[in-house]
């Protein structure tokens, strides 16, 4: 065998391709190890950003008794193999989430202070061009089944849907002040020329629309605000747009 300085660099790398190295769990044996095996690993353990991650099961508990998966988002009676975010306004979430390092934590107490009446993000952990954004309007416990929530949600923007055995972020967007008046709530625009969006503001608010993004909006930008209720608004652009609204 040639010194490995004198192989040629491959530089389109797929997630078939291999390399060797030490099994840790079996003794240090030598083993072959794929790209795809090791981007897995880097995106499931070693992500540190996230601590909260769920698998989405379409299963529902049957027979009856039988428990729900730990560290999951299901649906009450079962759900479809893939369902589009847009869609959902209810899920079950074990009291478990993943933790950083593979471990269990018990995170029901976070489900209703700070989440209720907060925005939350979820993004599909391997394809972030999956996500959406909710408004976390409720949680109680499942009946019978103590260790789940039944979670109230409002959808708010998003692209794609939860995809059977997929894994998922829940991450705390923006936090509901207790009290007061509420004034101002925004949403992420990506890539369509008409959005319904829910503010939950139950008044006609003021509405802004500009490139960027939630945490920094730039330039204005005109569209037709149509208001379909007191919590609902349409919007309509004259081509695809990407920015951001605010209600205000």
Known sequence: MARISTYVNDLNVVGGDKWIGSDSQNNFQTKNFTAQAVADFINKKASESQLLRYQYSNEAPSPPGVPRPDESITFLNGGAFTVDFSTITTFVLSQYAENQGGTSLNVSTWYTSPLTGSDVLITQCDDITQWAIFKWNSAAQVGGEP????????????NGG???????????????????????????????????VTHNLNKFPAVSVSFGTTAAPTEEVGCTVTYLNV???QLDFTNNFTGVAIFN
């Open 162 to 196: 939860l995809t059977n055995e997929k894994d998922y972020f829940i991450s705390l967007l923006k936090h509901s002040s207790s009290g007061g008046d509420k004034n101002e709530v925004s949403a992420q625009l990506t890539g369509n020329n008409t959005y319904t």
């Open 147 to 158: 260790t789940f929530f039944n979670i109230g949600l409002t959808y708010v923007a998003g």
């Open 231 to 233: 919590n609902q608004v």
